[in-house]
Structures are given as structure tokens and as C-alpha cells.
């Protein structure tokens, strides 16, 4: 065997070996959450509860409730892949601002939500908060509201009884086409175990959609946004805001507010309306 052969050999043993470990791994690269709730509601003077939510023997979700005199409608916020919901508190008071009760919860194994994370786990929380809000009060309207990988948690409740809205938030097309554009030089599509199929699931939906994304944005390029309203349709609504994948909400100020309030206000009761 010659020098050439062995170093090829060697090269793609390790290529090889290296699949392995990001096909075994990539749960733990996707989701990256935080226990410490570092802060409450209560911290920008919202009025709040903490429930809870009994999914099993081993999995029992927290959220927080944010109340709102007179809601038009009520929203599932379901955040992104890193931290909790202690760090969406600026989000809660947007949504609230609007008219809106509030439910966000935490995933199995994030903040204090006990079980494990995986994208069934995710879902599996998000359809029963989901059924459990819409069982509380029929007549008002649902919203799921998802920012980032919570958009593709979000997007498997389309179709649910009762969604009334759909809100994607610097959301992703499908996890295959975030892995290939990470590691190109992988075989990244083909190995994803995680699917997130946002933008298949979108070409069923029949509510509105709103979707959200920066210009800027330097986790998820712009693209994503584009495609996820092309594959909404006619039932799309696109708002391009500018900053950075986690903060751009707030840096973006009345350009994301006021196309965000005028969405609302198309979609949903005026405020204090009778339902």
C-alpha cells in the first residue's frame, strides 16, 4: 500500500468517524437550554401565573400565564432553541401590549419543564398547551406564535382546531436546509435525524401568516423568511425588519410594531370588543 493510499485511507476513516459523531450528536448541538429562571414577569410589572402542564410520568411543562385586560386573543409563545423563557420577558410584554393573554412555556428540559429535549418532546408540549388554551375559552382567538426553532414547533400545529393565526419569527425552512448551509461539507441533509418541516407543513396551512425576519439576521439568512411567505401564499404576510437573529424585534422599534399591530388588527376583534 503506498504512502498516497494509507493518507486517503486515513482521511476517509476520519470522515467517516466524523458523520458518526455529528449524526449521534446533533440533538445536543440543536438544543441548548438554560434551568435558572433569572427573572419573572413580574420584572417589567406584567400580572403572571405559573402553570403547569402533565404530558407523563416524566415530563411536566412550565409556562407562564400574562394576563391582559379584555385580550382579543390569546397566544402560544414558543421560543427558540438556546436559554428560556426568562429570556423572552421584552417579547411577552410586545404581545401583551397588543391586546393579547399570553401563555409561553418551556420546553421538556428547559428552565424548570422536566423531561428531555427532542423535536416529538417539543411538539408533543406545544399540541397540549395548545388544546389546553383552546379548551379553556373556545371563542377567543388562538394564535402560535414561534420565534426561531419555535416557529417549527409552531408550524406543526397547523391544521389544529382552533389556530386562528400563525406567527414565524426568524424561522427556518426545514432543519436539513439549516444543517447543510452549517456543514456544507457534510452530508448534512441527508444525515439530519431533526426535520422542523416548516415551510412543507406551510403549503397546507389555511389561516393567516405572518412572517418575520431580518435582513440582517446572521444565524438564519433572509432567504428562510422568503421562502416560508412564498410557501404561505396567499395566506402570507411578510414583514422584513433589520438587526440581529435575537434582537432585532426590539432595535427595529415601529418597523416591527406597527406592520405587527396592523396585522392584529386585520386578523383579530378590536381590543375590549365583545366576542
Request: hydrophobic share 40%; glycine share 10%.
Amino acid at each position: 500500500m503506498t504512502t498516497a493510499t494509507t493518507l486517503l485511507l486515513i482521511c476517509a476513516t476520519a470522515y467517516a468517524l466524523l458523520c458518526v459523531v455529528v449524526f449521534l450528536v446533533q440533538g445536543r448541538l440543536l438544543f441548548r437550554p438554560t434551568r435558572p429562571l433569572e427573572s419573572t414577569p413580574a420584572d417589567l410589572g406584567l400580572a403572571f401565573e405559573d402553570q403547569w402542564f402533565e404530558l407523563g410520568p416524566d415530563e411536566r411543562i412550565h409556562g407562564w400565564r400574562v394576563f391582559c385586560d379584555s385580550p382579543r386573543g390569546r397566544a402560544l409563545f414558543l421560543h427558540g432553541n438556546e436559554g428560556n423563557i426568562a429570556d423572552r420577558l421584552e417579547s411577552l410584554q410586545v404581545l401583551n401590549s397588543m391586546g393579547l393573554d399570553v401563555l409561553a412555556i418551556d420546553y421538556p428540559g428547559y428552565g424548570q419543564s422536566t423531561g428531555s429535549p427532542s423535536e416529538e418532546s417539543c411538539y408533543r408540549a406545544a399540541r397540549h398547551c395548545f388544546d389546553v388554551l383552546r379548551q379553556e375559552q373556545p371563542n377567543l382567538p388562538l394564535i402560535a406564535w414561534g420565534r426561531s426553532m419555535g416557529g417549527g414547533v409552531a408550524s406543526a400545529l397547523i391544521g389544529r382546531q382552533g389556530l386562528a393565526l400563525l406567527v414565524l419569527e426568524a424561522t427556518f425552512t426545514s432543519m436539513p436546509d439549516v444543517a447543510q448551509m452549517l456543514y456544507p461539507w457534510l452530508p448534512a441533509r441527508w444525515m439530519s435525524r431533526l426535520k422542523f418541516p416548516t415551510a412543507e407543513r406551510l403549503r397546507h396551512v389555511q389561516v393567516p401568516v405572518l412572517v418575520v425576519h431580518s435582513r440582517d439576521d446572521e444565524m438564519l439568512p433572509f432567504a428562510h423568511g422568503q421562502a416560508l411567505a412564498a410557501a404561505a401564499g396567499e395566506r402570507g404576510t411578510f414583514i422584513e425588519i433589520s438587526g440581529t437573529h435575537g434582537r432585532g424585534y426590539f432595535t427595529s422599534g415601529e418597523a416591527y410594531l406597527a406592520p405587527l399591530r396592523r396585522f392584529l388588527d386585520e386578523n383579530l376583534p378590536a381590543p375590549g370588543s365583545d366576542l
